[in-house]
């Protein structure tokens, strides 16, 4: 037999739920920010549904970092609870991959150590500026690319995408000691990497040009970035080899032989 949901709450519940205070919630109805539902006869305040909904996203608001002056005026703003819940979970989402990746990136870091290995700064410091890379992608490349390759890496395991980011850093392993060697950008050995490379970044959805293959423009920029930019650079050096030239004339030529067959 089922019950019908409770209709409203004492402060003193709510505070127990929410691990806040009766107090703070007093606070908050002083300010007009969370009135309650209903004062009891007896003088108590009651809170209903739709008062809980609102509570939800003042203290999913107040955890982002928003005064409660701020979090009044967003309330106001958009009264529809459902879209700004909506997007309060997408932005809870890319905090759990980026813990996840910093969880990951910590777990690479005591492994190497423990066996004496040489530790790679992008393995180190994958998923600590994570708003940088979001940012760059979506300026470059579209807020599509960046979404639909989040979406994607949300919903893989956490064995693949350990897998997937040593198959980067093999690759790029792979750059390095072609670099250490003075090998040539158009050598078949090189452009063997780089076809490994181009296959990697076929997998991810979002990247311009899936599922058929990253488009050529986006490869050349991208080798650009390597290039330029420190927080990709940092990939493709090691041991005091910097692979990052090698990769870029390799990628351009990869592109401008593929496109001119």
Avoid: C
Avoid at 31 to 58: D, E, F, S, V
Wanted: no cysteine; net charge negative.
């Amino acid at each position: 037999m089922s019950t019908a949901p409770q209709a409203d709450w004492s402060i003193q519940e709510i505070a127990r739920l929410t691990g806040t205070t009766s107090r703070t919630l007093r606070h908050y109805d002083a300010i007009g920010l969370l009135p309650p539902t209903r004062i009891a006869t007896n003088g108590y305040r009651r809170y209903g549904q739709r008062a809980l909904l609102r509570l939800q996203r003042i203290l999913l608001l107040r955890d982002l970092g928003l005064g409660l002056q701020a979090i009044g005026r967003v309330l106001d703003d958009e009264p529809d609870a459902v879209p700004a819940l909506a997007r309060h979970r997408d932005e809870l989402v890319r905090d759990k991959n980026r813990i996840d990746r910093q969880i990951a990136s910590i777990d690479t870091t005591i492994r190497k150590m423990r066996r004496g290995e040489g530790l790679m700064a992008s393995e180190m410091f994958d998923g600590f500026a994570p708003e940088q890379h979001e940012n760059e992608v979506t300026k470059r490349w579209g807020e599509q690319a960046y979404s639909s390759g989040a979406t994607w890496w949300n919903g893989k395991t956490a064995d693949e995408r350990r897998a997937f980011q040593a198959a980067q850093a093999d690759i790029a392993a792979d750059f390095v000691e072609a670099a250490s060697r003075g090998q040539r950008a158009d050598g078949a050995e090189v452009q063997a990497i780089v076809e490994r490379h181009v296959a990697w970044l076929s997998e991810v959805p979002g990247t311009p040009g899936y599922p058929n293959g990253p488009e050529a423009d986006y490869l050349v920029g991208l080798a650009e970035l390597y290039a330029a930019d420190p927080r990709f650079a940092a990939a493709f050096e090691s041991a005091g080899v910097d692979a990052t030239g090698l990769v870029r004339d390799a990628v351009t030529f990869y592109v401008a032989n593929a496109t001119t067959q």
